[in-house]
């Protein structure tokens, strides 16, 4: 299966900065994906990211709060901007590396937002 | 400490019992589905999964049934371990969308 290393693995950020979380994978895949898992909660995609093309969101989630970038097939950045509290969270990342071992997800960054 | 699973529903069971976690699942079009098993501080982590064209597949340990007439999933793993307690993820997926939708999970809690 495909190797994920997310970074960072977790922050603790003001309120109204930006970060960055980048996520790199061992070999090159088709689609990469983020997903939100708020504290105590199930994950929830925020977007598809394809190379060559726009990010593709899911409702309730939009691209100037969370711009994805995929310069490669072995890299995506997501970036949550102007972070408040309610965006405290983990935040994954996953590739369709579907082989025997399913979709595979990165460990995750865990956001704190003060 | 890390908070996955914290408002989950919790099964609790003693070492060496039977678990069965249970999952609905919402999209009749859906013909793939993975269940995940995530430990605190991780990212959730493969355990098995079945095509719509099969009711039952077992691995180590564990076997996931399948009902596409109710629209459920399950996942039994057989004499329970310490090592076992987690939160346990059901997906599901449409492969013609290719979105990988989570349900609500259920944190597993074994007593030695």
């Known amino acids: 299966s495909a190797v994920i290393s997310q970074k960072p693995s977790r922050d603790i950020c003001q309120r109204g900065t930006s970060l960055t979380i980048q996520c790199q994978v061992d070999?090159?895949?088709?689609?990469m994906f983020w997903y939100r898992q708020q504290p105590g909660q199930s994950l929830t995609l925020i977007a598809t990211?394809?190379?060559?093309?726009?990010?593709?969101?899911e409702s309730g989630f939009v691209i100037d709060k969370f711009p994805i970038s995929r310069p490669n097939l072995t890299f995506s950045t997501l970036t949550v901007s102007n972070m408040s509290p309610e965006d405290s969270s983990i935040y994954l990342c996953?590739?369709?590396?579907?082989?025997?071992?399913?979709?595979?997800f990165g460990s995750g960054t865990r956001l704190t937002v003060v | 400490g890390e908070s996955v699973g914290l408002h989950l529903p919790t099964l609790s069971v003693q070492e060496g019992d039977n678990s069965i976690i249970n999952c609905a699942y919402s999209?009749?079009?859906?013909?793939?589905f993975i269940w995940y098993k995530q430990e605190s501080g991780k990212g959730p982590q493969f355990i098995i999964d079945i095509r719509s064209n099969m009711d039952k597949r077992q691995g180590q340990r564990v076997t996931v049934l399948l009902n596409k007439t109710v629209k459920h999933l399950s996942l039994q793993i057989a004499a329970t371990q310490p090592g076992d307690s987690a939160v346990y993820f059901c997906a599901e997926i449409d492969t013609g969308f290719q979105k990988l939708v989570f349900g609500t999970g259920t944190r597993l809690l074994v007593s030695p």
């Open positions: 990211a394809n190379q060559g093309s726009e990010a593709t969101y």
């Open positions: 070999s090159q895949v088709t689609m």
């Open positions: 999209n009749s079009a859906s013909d793939y």
């Open positions: 996953s590739v369709d590396f579907v082989t025997n071992y399913g979709y595979t």
